[in-house]
């Protein structure tokens, strides 16, 4: 389809384009920006007056739930979700049932996901079989039925010989080890941060160090082997700092942070508030400041929304028997623009960086993954999206589209509501 997005604010952060563009579409693809080509005549024209037109959205991590707990959620609904959200490219984690550790699973998972047709799906493979941290699968394989990267998901592997030898495999290859940052034995059944919050709640807590450990530890086997990693989730000041140092070194390593630790802290749980349980767990107010410098200065290279729905029969229960995790793709852009909003306010003249907010979610987010996408250079794959930023909505169970209905945001207000999300060409949302 031809297509004709007239009269929009086009934002393209990795192109450097912030100001009023039309931009043409064709055969799936970005043909031009500004000027239609020779002879260009649109089957359908879109108009874009007072919105922005952005690069879609791209997501490091979003469980969608299948194969394996479709009762908290399908590949139906969190596509659906994505589209409202305008995240068109998902890195989900390997941690489904079964585990995706075997090629067939993969493109099992591919295959559903291209037959929806709605957002593209990136999946990552386990690291070790079924994620337990002893056998290391066979990462060619995964690699050629579709995997992006590998991980472990929220499983730390014990055995660091294991580890070492996993980061060996994958830099000979050139592959990407995606890891979180936690010691397998430290904060082990913890539910909160630890700190004076979770003492007067008789919370069993998770100490920072439980993250900063690990982080030595990866480092340092980087350093023996040369290999590449993700760091997933970084939540301390404390595990930022070492991540800064390590790239003034020059080891090859990238990290993200869940967008709604850029905003709550673990006064945040409030009345043992269950919403507010997630992985890691919220963290005090320094570390919360310490992430928003390092969206800032560029430690962190991408913010995600970590999107992991839970249904009620584990998440409506007291707090330290609830489930962790919140649904997040529908709140990545909303929840981005807020840290500009936030940023805005602190500086003379309060000019909105939207450009700064979404390249850690599309251009900065789709180099880290290695993935296309995240930017509308003529020839790039035409995924967009088009959203009003003044537009404001409330966060309530009825308005997400998402099977999981639980967030630590419900009965905020937000900014940010997308009108239209373009999927390689062809309009998969219009609201």
Partial sequence: MKLHIK???????????????????????????????????????????????????????????????????????????????????????????PVLDEPGLVEMLKHRAKTINQAHVHPLGALTVGLKGRALTEMAELTEAGCIGFAQAEEAIEDTTVLLRALQYANTFGYTVWLRPQDAHIGRGGIAHSGPLASRLGLSGVPVMSETIALHTIFELMRATGARVHLCRISSAAGLELIRAAKREGLPVSCDVGVHHVHLTDADIGFFDPNARVTPPFRSQRDRDAIRAGL?????????????????????????????????????????????????????????????????????????????????APGSVADVCLFDPKARWTVAAPALASQGKHTPFLGYELSGVVQATIVAGHVAFQR
């Fill in 7 to 97: 009269n929009g604010h086009l934002i393209d952060p990795a192109n450097g384009v912030d100001s009023l563009q039309d931009l043409f579409i064709a055969d799936g693809a970005v043909l031009a920006v500004g000027r239609a080509p020779a002879g260009f005549v649109a089957e359908r024209t879109i108009d874009a007056s007072g919105l922005v037109v952005a690069p879609g959205l791209v997501d490091l991590s979003a469980r969608l739930r299948e194969p394996g707990y479709e009762y908290k959620a399908t590949l139906e609904s969190e596509l659906q979700a994505a589209m409202q959200g305008g995240v068109t490219r998902l890195v989900c984690p390997p941690d489904t049932d």
């Fill in 296 to 376: 800032l200065d560029g430690t962190i290279d991408a913010m995600c929304s970590d999107h992991t729905p839970v249904d009620d029969d584990e998440k409506l229960l007291p707090f330290g028997e609830a489930s962790p995790g919140a649904t997040g793709l529908e709140l990545l852009l909303s929840l981005a623009l807020k840290w500009a909003d936030d940023y805005a306010a602190g500086q003379p003249g309060g000019a909105r960086p939207i450009a700064r907010a979404l390249a850690k979610v599309t251009a900065d987010a789709a180099r880290v993954a290695g993935i296309p996408g995240g930017n509308l």
